[in-house]
């Protein structure tokens, strides 16, 4: 009885201490306004920019896949380090920050629309931005609130409700600046519970090295159809090959991770930050994966992938591991709950409108977002499921190649632009409803290319889109410019 | 070492590209940090 009394009491103060820290570092904002940064130093660009880009989905989602395909997912891990971090802070951030500065915009939307001469592009991407983003805080939403669910003995749609109107009153509090200090936190705490169960996988198991040869051993799978430590033949591999793309390319243009590029000060910052980053990313998905992968050792079969890391965590970890763990996972749902919250709100209260915010405006975008957030996580339609499912990729097909464009290549054309995002946007959604085998709502129109992510013809269509659009404002007027970079 | 070597060769040699791309992240990151952190109290 004293026990379970000792217990209780440890849970609750845990929780109320994480929610007192959250609720603090999100006041670091106040005297700022919604998409102002100031000066963050190096250390919370880093983990806030890993925060921002690590959700549930890829520490608990992946972690299963990892365990259920073998360490060929370590090819996404690989793939996120160096295309989804290095190439981001050394190819497309400065140069984001600096147009940013040039352009006198405050969101990625209008950074977009106005880079290319058309403010209107920057409002339709906006709009696009704060349904699509807005719908899917909903997924991590309840995704946090299930795993909360796990320690707190609370009902799901009150857990639901709560981590909304906590992470909404965060996100207004703080704007910008104080959601890059509360991901920056939470993303040290992912950083602990990792390590954590990544130590103690590698003990289970004799050691990663001894852990690999006996992984090696282990007879073939449907899935690892070449066994646990080569990439699978045929569809399989293929469906890890374009996992690893997705996650490490997509993300350039993710406007939760575009405005991250907003708070580096100089080159000199950014030099800094890029090391971290890819150490702390290196560490926490790398170890993940290469640690839920050697699980298969200890932890044969489960009932479905989602299961694996809550299945280690309740068998491997001690009460106060368990504890730490599911801080650490709900920090990776919280952490992107609080970026997209900030960009769904802020493209309602000023991108869409025409004209900055105010604080009323800010409140009512930030309201809007808690209501849809929280009541979307209550529904069970297909409609929402399958928002949350393609989100990512119809973001990454209307937004990467006019985003590129500017501030890799320094092209600006609206007409170009709009035929990219347009097409870009147009094709995946296509491919997502008629020919991709797992959601299109009819039989494949094209059996062959079932298999086929979205993503892929999206971005195919919308570099086809610019070069059209391209060609045809030349025709219309040469002086279509390249303006050198910024 | 002849343990290390063994598990290694077993792996498939994408996999053990991506192993090899973690570790040089890894060891760059680490390396660069510490230069640039000994560099920042050399001007302190």
């Given at each position: 009885m004293t026990d379970l009394f000792t217990e209780m009491a440890g849970t609750a103060f845990i929780w109320a201490a994480y929610i007192g820290a959250f609720i603090f570092l999100a006041r670091?904002?106040?005297?700022?306004?919604?998409?102002s940064t100031g000066r963050v130093g190096f250390v919370v660009q880093a983990f806030a920019y890993v925060a921002t880009y690590i959700s549930a989905v890829a520490l608990v989602g992946f972690g299963g896949l990892a365990h259920a395909y073998?360490?060929?997912l370590l090819l996404v891990a690989a793939g996120n380090v160096w295309l989804g971090t290095w190439f981001v802070y050394r190819f497309l951030a400065w140069p984001t920050r600096k147009w940013k500065e040039r352009l006198q915009v405050r969101s990625p939307a209008t950074l977009i629309g106005q880079g290319h001469n058309s403010p209107l592009l920057g409002r339709v991407l906006a709009l696009l931005f704060a349904v699509l983003l807005g719908v899917y805080t909903s997924a991590v939403n309840k995704g946090a609130a299930l795993l909360l669910g796990e320690v707190l003995p609370l009902p799901l749609w009150s857990l639901i409700w709560l981590l909304a109107v906590v992470v909404g009153f965060c996100v207004h509090m703080g704007g910008l600046r104080g959601v890059l200090y509360t991901e920056a936190m939470q993303g040290g705490i992912m950083l602990v519970g990792i390590v954590m169960i990544v130590g103690v996988i590698f003990s289970k198991v004799g050691g990663p090295l001894q852990g690999l040869a006996d992984l090696a051993a282990l007879p073939p799978t449907d899935l690892a159809n070449r066994g646990f430590v080569a990439l699978s033949g045929g569809g399989q591999g293929l469906f890890v090959l374009s996992l690893a793309v997705v996650t490490s390319v997509?993300?350039?243009?993710q406007p939760q991770m575009v405005q991250r590029?907003?708070?580096?000060?100089s080159k000199d910052q950014l030099r800094r930050i890029t090391p971290l980053a890819m150490l702390i990313l290196t560490v926490l998905v790398g170890g993940t994966y290469f640690a839920a992968s050697l699980s298969r050792l200890i932890l044969?079969?489960?009932?479905?992938?989602?299961a694996v890391m809550p299945t280690l965590m309740r068998q491997l970890l001690p009460y106060a591991g368990v504890q730490v763990f599911v801080l650490a996972i709900v920090s990776a749902s919280l952490s992107t709950a609080t970026a997209l919250y900030h960009i769904a709100a802020l493209a309602l209260a000023e991108d869409v409108r025409g004209k900055k915010s105010t604080p009323a405006s800010w409140a009512v975008g930030v309201g809007v977002c808690v209501v849809i957030s929280g009541a979307c996580a209550q529904i069970e339609g297909s409609l929402i499921a399958m928002l949350c499912t393609t989100s990512w990729s119809l973001v990454g097909s209307a937004a990467l190649v006019p985003y590129v464009a500017l501030v890799l290549f320094g092209r600006r054309n609206a007409l170009a632009a709009w035929c990219s995002c347009l097409g870009g946007f147009s094709a995946c959604l296509f491919w997502y409803l008629c020919v991709f085998k797992p959601t299109a709502?009819?039989?494949?129109?094209?059996p062959s290319l079932a298999?086929?992510?979205p993503f892929f013809t999206g971005i195919g269509v919308s570099i086809a889109g610019w070069g059209l659009g391209g060609l045809l404002s030349f025709t219309r007027e040469p002086a279509a410019r390249r303006v050198p970079e910024a | 070492m002849t343990t290390a070597l063994r598990s290694l060769l077993h792996i498939d040699i994408l996999v053990l590209i991506a192993m090899s791309g973690l570790c040089l992240s890894f060891l760059m990151s680490v390396t660069q940090l510490g230069l640039s952190l000994a560099k920042a109290g050399k001007r302190s």
């Open positions: 670091k904002g106040k005297g700022y306004d919604a998409a073998g360490l060929q997509a993300v350039w243009a590029h907003f708070a580096v000060g044969p079969e489960v009932s479905s992938p989602d709502l009819t039989p494949p129109l094209v298999a086929l992510p | -």
